[in-house]
C-alpha cells in the first residue's frame, strides 16, 4: 500500500489544495511549500487532458502525490489519468450507491473492478506492466465527491460500498442543492456536513472536505475530518498578491510639499 493511501485510510491529518494552473513550473511552486498532496484540478480548469500527464511528472520530481478530480464518472477518463500515473482520483457528483459502485469498478482492475489495461506512463509505457498490475488496486486513492441533496439523502448506501476509501464533501455544490447558500444557511450546510460525516465514519471511510481558508480546519478536524483542499493554487495567489500590493500601499507616504 502506498503511503498516500495508507494515510488517507488510517486518517492522518492531509492537507492539499488544488491545481488549477495549467503549467508544470505552478505545480512545482506549490509542491514546494510542504503540502502533503496535490489535487490536479481537471473538472473546474482550463488543464486539458494532454497537459495532465506533464503536471503529475512535475509533481513526482518533489515526490508529493498527485491526485485528479476528473470531470465526470466516466471510466475513460479515470482510466487516463491514472494510466498517466497520478495517484488517485477525487470523481465528483456521486450521488448514489450505484454511481459510487461504476467508479469503484473503473478506478480498480479485475477481481475488484474492470479497469483495463494500458501501456500508460505508470506503467512505465509498458515496460513494467506485470509489476503495475501488482500493486495498483492497493496504492490508488479513490475520493468520491458528496455534494448534492440526494447524495446527502443516500449517504448510508454510498458509504458503504466496497472499493471506496474517502468520501469528500463539496460545501459549494451542497449548499445550493439544499438550498443552504450564504450566512443564513450556514447552519444548514453545517449540519449536512456533520451528518455526511458522521455516517461515513460510522461506515469505517475517511472524510474530505473543501475549504477555501484554513480558519475552521481545526473545528472540522475535530469533527472527524482527515483530508483538506485548501482553495487552490489561484485563490492563493490572488489573494497573497492583493495582500502583498495592499500592504505596499498602505505603507507608501506621499512626499511632503517643500516650497523652493
Known sequence: MSDFRRSCIEQKLLVGTFAAIPHPVAIEVTAATGVDFLCIDWEHSQISRERIEDLIRAADIHRVPAMVRVPGHAAEDIAAVLDAGAAGVLVPRVSTAEQARSVVKATRYPPLGARGVGPGRAAAYGYRIPDYLTKANAELVLAIQVETAEGLANIAEIAAVDGVDLIFIGPGDLSVSIDAMGPVGKDKLDAAIRTI????????????????????????????????????????????????????KQGKHAPENKES
Open 197 to 248: 460525516t458522521e455516517t461515513a465514519l460510522s461506515a469505517g471511510r475517511a472524510v474530505g472536505i473543501f475549504r477555501p481558508w484554513a480558519d475552521d480546519v481545526g473545528a472540522w478536524s475535530e469533527a472527524g475530518i482527515s483530508f483538506f483542499i485548501l482553495a487552490s493554487d489561484t485563490m492563493f495567489l490572488g489573494a497573497s498578491l492583493a495582500a502583498g500590493v495592499d500592504a505596499a
